[in-house]
């Protein structure tokens, strides 16, 4: 996806996808993405996921974006939980399977914050998602339309390059 | 669902499909072409590629390279290459080849096309291996041709014409810097100062009341006093080998000296006939193009199956976030692995013999990989025989390797020696053997070929020579001969190695001088010799005195130092001794090392 159809998408995003639901699971998913180390196909997987589901992509962007402040942080808790879980005797012989296994040493595992991340990601998705849905609630009511008649947002689509690729694109 | 964004990704899995069903087979062949004129210089035919993604597989078919050095001549050429991929290494970026078959290998095959590029860079020889060309044409050329009567006696030699006086002042400068790199390598106060940091913490852990403690701090300290012994005793023996090692630079001189000797000779007018130097003019030339070839083929087994593969494996536990767990590998490939290639071809050209064999473990990772390099390679048919063996082992600190081959029974056509301008021999007809040993250890090389031919007929051939007798001389000494001999003898490393050249045909041409000029010769030799000894005599003088002081400066200083180092080691392991038995009761016995240098 190239940097123009990111805006456009985002642009979009913010009229569109915007029931409550959809917010909700924009914002649980981008918390589960921005969690995780970006350079592994974890990662890029579940951002493809989340391209192609009718979600809220704006807001899941927001979320992974304001996770990168969050993470060094959130790395304290989910280094040690991954690092319990592969170290772990039980375990052992599933992740020396995984590690022989192709293709799946690619999605990095096998790295203590990813294996950490995914577990407390998926723990934390539920009161995420309800979180977000409250929000996703609050946000229609209060914010999209001072967002979509914001100077960002017009000045955005007043751009040349932009307004073609609209055009283009419709 | 957003089939907006899923059905363009769609479409472009499509293309990419596309491409490598249709297009890439082409794409592959074109770019292997080009790489392969690249490395050999000229032009390469290919006349198929194929391969396959479901179950990878790779072939290629009628490939023609080129000489670079022969327009018309085909370096080499074979009929196919086929191999199948292992597809699980494939996802780790590794290319692994059970089972490969080359066949159809021929060397030196007539081409019809010119097999020259037209913007291809021109390769120069090595330098060992233009001098080696150059020897042989420079004394043919310039001196045996103009030899007259006797001797020129009022030839003047200055210290600044000789090229050993050029390498004695390289040495000496050398030798400076290196020796006093060595000699500071040699002080013994880095191991006092560590000495004296183990004695600072044995006199700590003395006043320890914790036994436990003391003694988990005792066992250290002694493990540190031998650490420092050993590296010590590690450093002794390289200072010593490198010291030791300067003086082979000497070798270089000498042969040096060798041919100023020559040289003044030759403005003498009187060549240094010895054996050595006709053989080198007789079969130098000859000898040098097929070394050029093995040596490059040496080069290259070097460069794509390197010896410190295993660093390259090296893998960082931290990561850029969190840390990464890593678990037992059931295989661990190299990048490129062929376990076994079955490889078939004929040798020569009017009469081909048929051979067969098998090369085993070419990687790129030798390490890794665990296994040598072995190639086994036979052939035999109505007389003649070909036994070609290798194995080159670079799966340790240092690539180890014996090469030998011998093939007998080879006709002879015509073997050209010497030098059309002065002295050559046309020997034609007749079976050749020839038999050849190449041992590798690290950067050395050492081996010796023969190559033997019977049944022919010499022509000699000395137009140039313009004294009657010695002319004379030349051609009895080699007409009626039926069998000739040469060999070379190779030694040093790899980036500069040593060639002894002999042939029986040189030991006939020195009885041939020697008859014409006899004892004019042996005058005008030591005479010349004197004189290149008179110039060299301050310089060598001037060197044997800075290594003999450098030498000795060398020895004292490590000899102090172990002095120092076994002193105080020994002083502190007296100590841990006496307190190691009372203070842990039960704890066993403490193995203390003997000082033993």
Known sequence: MNPISIIRQFIQGLTSDTEPGQIGWGIALGFLIGLLPKATLTAQLLLVLLMALRINIPMALITVLLMTFVNPLMDKLTDPVGYYLLTSQALYPLWTKLYNTPIVPWTGFNNTVLMGGLVVGVVLMAPVYLAGRKFGVYYNAQLKEKLTNSRLAKALKTTWLLNWYFKVNQ | ?597
């Open chain 2, 1 to 597: 669902m957003r089939w907006s964004y899923l059905l363009p990704r769609f479409i472009f899995l499509v293309l990419v499909w596309a491409f490598f069903f249709f297009a890439f087979d082409p794409i592959l062949k074109w770019s292997l072409r080009k790489g392969m004129e690249k490395a050999a210089g000229a032009k390469v035919e290919i006349a198929e590629v194929k391969t396959s993604f479901l179950h990878p597989s790779f072939r290629m078919g009628g490939v023609t390279v080129g000489s670079a050095k022969e327009e018309f001549t085909n370096l080499v050429e074979f009929s196919g290459l086929a191999f199948t991929l292992e597809g699980a290494p494939l996802l780790e970026k590794k290319f692994i080849i059970d089972r490969a078959d080359l066949s159809g290998l021929k060397f030196g095959t007539p081409r019809k096309t010119s097999a020259r590029l037209l913007f291809a860079k021109k390769e120069e020889a090595p330098g060992f291996i233009s001098d080696l060309k150059a020897e042989g044409t420079d004394m043919a050329a310039e001196r045996l041709g103009d030899l007259k009567g006797g001797a020129a006696k009022d030839v003047q030699v200055s210290p600044d014409s000789l090229s050993s006086v050029k390498i004695y002042e390289e040495l000496q400068k050398k030798y400076e810097a290196q020796y006093a790199e060595l000699s500071k390598k040699a002080d013994s106060s880095q191991y006092q100062a560590r000495l004296d940091a183990i004695k600072a913490k044995y006199d700590e852990a003395s006043q320890q009341k914790d036994f436990l403690k003391k003694a988990k701090d005792l066992a250290k300290i002694e493990k540190d006093v031998k650490q420092v012994t050993s590296d010590f005793k590690n450093d002794r023996k390289l200072i010593e080998d490198t010291a030791a090692g300067l003086k082979e630079g000497l070798n270089a001189a000498e042969e040096a000296r060798r041919k100023d000797i020559e040289a003044v000779m030759g403005r003498m007018k009187m060549p240094a006939l010895d054996t050595q130097s006709l053989a080198k003019m007789l079969v130098g030339p000859a000898i040098a193009d097929k070394t050029d070839t093995a040596m490059k083929y040496l080069a290259m087994a070097r460069k794509y199956m390197p010896d410190n593969s295993a660093k390259k494996q090296a893998r960082a536990i931290d990561a850029k976030r969190g840390r990464n767990i890593h678990f037992p590998k059931e295989n661990s490939y190299p990048s490129f692995l062929i376990r076994e290639m079955s490889v078939s071809g004929e040798l020569g050209l009017d009469a081909p013999l048929d051979y067969s064999g098998t090369i085993e473990g070419i990687t790129t990772q030798p390490r890794i990989y665990g296994k040598p390099l072995i190639a086994l390679v036979k052939g035999a048919k109505a007389g003649r025989a070909l036994d070609f063996k290798a194995l080159l082992d670079n799966t340790g600190a240092a690539m180890k390797g014996n090469i030998s081959l011998k093939y007998s029974g080879m006709a002879v056509k015509e073997l050209k020696l010497g030098n059309p301008s002065s002295i050559s021999a046309a020997v034609t007809g007749g079976t050749g053997r020839f038999e050849g040993d190449l041992n590798l250890a690290g950067e050395n090389i050492r081996g010796d070929a023969i190559f033997h031919i019977q049944g022919a007929k010499v022509a000699p051939q000395a137009d140039s020579i313009k004294l009657a007798p010695l002319k004379t001389a030349v051609l009895n000494s080699m007409s009626g001969l039926t069998a000739v001999g040469m060999g070379i003898k190779i030694g040093g490393t790899l980036t500069s190695p040593t060639f002894a050249l002999t042939t029986d045909l040189a030991d006939k041409l020195g009885g041939a001088f020697k008859g014409v000029f006899g004892a004019e010769l042996a005058s005008a030799k030591a005479e010349a010799q004197a004189k290149v000894d008179a110039a060299l005599k301050p310089y060598k003088a001037k060197l044997d005195s800075l290594t003999g002081s450098k030498q000795k400066e060398i020895k004292d200083k490590l000899d102090a130092a172990q002095k120092n180092v076994s002193g105080s080691g020994d002083g502190i392991l007296n100590n841990l001794k006496q307190q190691a038995a009372p203070a842990v009761p039960g704890a066993g016995k403490i193995k203390l090392p003997k000082f033993k240098f």
